[in-house]
């Protein structure tokens, strides 16, 4: 069992920028593979980024390519999201995700999540 609790969100203009973080507790952090979701209003939850418990590979989605980084510490027990050139489509609550194994079964079906952390962009 894993504990996950997510900070940095919160209010920016459109093309600014925000780091979220998400700290682990519980069993070991380098068991996971770590991701983050987001879910915008009336919209279903979707996939953003992910990273392999080495931090050798990642995945992003194409939405989010080439302006979001995601990241991770193991020795802080710590994944980061960094997110710039913000717009208002990247409004949503956005969801620390975990589970053993590779990137293509988190990004389908995660075991743990955190309680979500609003990240609001005005235009």
């Known amino acids: 069992q894993v504990q996950l609790v997510e900070s940095g969100g919160g209010l920016v203009q459109a093309g600014g920028s925000l780091r979220l973080s998400c700290a682990a507790s519980g069993r070991t952090f380098t068991l996971y593979t770590m991701g983050w979701f987001r879910q915008a209003p009336g919209k279903e939850r979707e996939f953003v980024a992910a990273?392999?418990?080495?931090?050798?590979?990642?995945s992003y989605a194409d939405s989010v390519k080439g302006r979001f980084t995601v990241s991770r510490d193991n020795a802080k027990s710590t994944m980061y999201l960094q997110m710039n050139s913000l717009n208002p489509e990247d409004t949503a609550v956005y969801y620390c995700?975990?589970?053993?194994?590779?990137?293509?079964?988190?990004?389908?079906?995660?075991?743990?999540w955190g309680q979500g952390t609003q990240v609001t962009v005005s235009s």
């Open positions: 990273i392999t418990w080495s931090g050798d590979a990642t």
């Open positions: 995700a975990g589970r053993e194994g590779a990137l293509l079964r988190l990004k389908l079906r995660p075991d743990y």
